[in-house]
């Protein structure tokens, strides 16, 4: 064959590709020009490969990503295409830079049989071995059912378009946007699919790009104003003064809802989000339980914003204390209203390791509900009154003042300091600045058993 004959082929070739959906969507991806194709030319019999694969630079920052090409065979997956992913994740891990995964495939290629199986098998394998080193983010806008759900799920946030379908039931029941958010399957719903690449472009940019690098430092977009805050702000008021202007991006809003979890920017610097609100359910607990391992991985320190009365589930709050405790990454909580017996241990507490404990005036630091304690410690000033009712409410707020204030809590050492609501912002930069050379050495093992 000619050199005019090879040079006519290429550009049929990359003709051919750059007209293919998966080409087109990890090009937009990418920054314009950056994007390096990895083995454009595989083939999978007949056909190329059910996938485009290759880097770039997003936002600026270098990265690697796959994506499935449902204009071949349905973006079925095949030997071919598990060799390209397979081939992308080790090129990550030597290199230290994330990986995006864009899914749309209609399953697994059956006449492969067994080696669809191995397909499967091998990217799951890599694919988890690359977790905690590389932040992985799975983005689906389309099809994405059986073992290739497990594959996505298995990434550090997963993005779906509201033409994602994401389910292990292989006949695609139940995968819808809405219902993977619902479920905590999916921890961002976006709208189209231009909508859902943005999302990713925006992640990007708020994650180290390993767990050895330091986290993100932006250039801060102007400063919250704490000055309205008070005792009766509801949390996003607080999230929304606290964190740098516009920069909260919550994650699984739709699953857990008394846990609230979201990458932000505090004083320029990426920093992982918790606010704990009200009763804390199994969801709750398990939502932030995973954002803080999340975190904790790829060393962004976390703020913890706590308001909760109590657990339900044993399981799930043993799992959210273990996590707390074993992460190494820098801890700062604000106790910004109850935080009663196990919550406050588990979450605030010398339990949950945390480096520097806050409170709010307002606060109520108890070891158990003051409803409970205060008759408890002191049934017998009820004894042959007039009105127990009213006593009894009168017994419950002395005990919230004196007791279970924040002034007895400080007295103990159970915080560091009291704050007032409108020094928040403030007070949290300058903890998260002390504690931003933490290092932390632990006893040698595998890794700790956690309640799953």
Known sequence: MSKVDCAERLRTARDTAKNATGY???????????????????????????????????????????????????????????????????????????????????????KEG???????????????????????????????????????????????????????DTNGEHGSAEEAAELGVCHLAAGDEQDAISSVRKLITLLPSNNLSGAPVLDMQGSADT?????????????????D??????????????????????????????????????????????FVRFCDAFSLPVVTFVNAEKFTSLREASKLSSCYSEATTGKVAVITGSAYGPVYVATAGRGANADYTMAWPNAVVSPLAPETAAVFLWNDRLAGSADPVADRK????????????????????????????EETRIRVIAALQMISGKRVSGLPKKHSNIQI
């Open 394 to 421: 009168q017994l419950i707020e002395e005990y919230k003042t004196t007791e279970a204030s924040p002034f007895g809590a400080a007295a103990h050492g159970f915080v560091e300091d009291i704050i007032l609501p």
């Open 24 to 110: 087109r969507r990890i090009s937009t991806l990418f920054d314009v020009g950056s994007f390096n194709e990895i083995d454009g030319l595989a083939r999978s019999g007949e056909d190329y490969a059910e996938v485009v694969a290759g880097y770039g630079t997003i936002e600026g920052v270098p990265a690697y990503a796959f994506a499935q090409n449902s204009d071949v065979a349905g973006g079925a997956m095949s030997s071919a295409q598990a060799a390209k992913i397979k081939k992308l994740y080790n090129l990550a891990l030597k290199t230290g830079l994330p990986v995006v995964g864009i899914y749309d495939s209609i399953g697994g290629r059956l």
């Open 245 to 290: 202007d516009d920069s909260f991006l919550e994650l699984s809003e739709k699953y857990g809802k008394a846990a609230v979890t979201g990458l932000s920017e505090i004083d320029g610097s990426t920093t992982g989000v918790i606010a704990l609100t009200g009763v804390l359910d199994a969801d709750a607990c398990a939502k932030a339980a995973r």
């Open 114 to 168: 067994g080696n669809m199986l191995a397909a499967y098998g091998d990217i799951l394998l890599t694919a988890n071995h690359l977790s905690g080193v590389v932040p992985q983010i799975s983005l689906v806008l389309g099809p994405c059912i059986g073992t290739s759900a497990m594959i996505a799920a298995s990434a550090d946030i997963v993005v779906m378009s509201d033409k994602g379908e994401l389910t292990i």
């Open 227 to 243: 000055a309205d805050l008070t005792g009766d702000s509801d949390i996003h008021s607080i999230l929304s003064a606290v964190c």
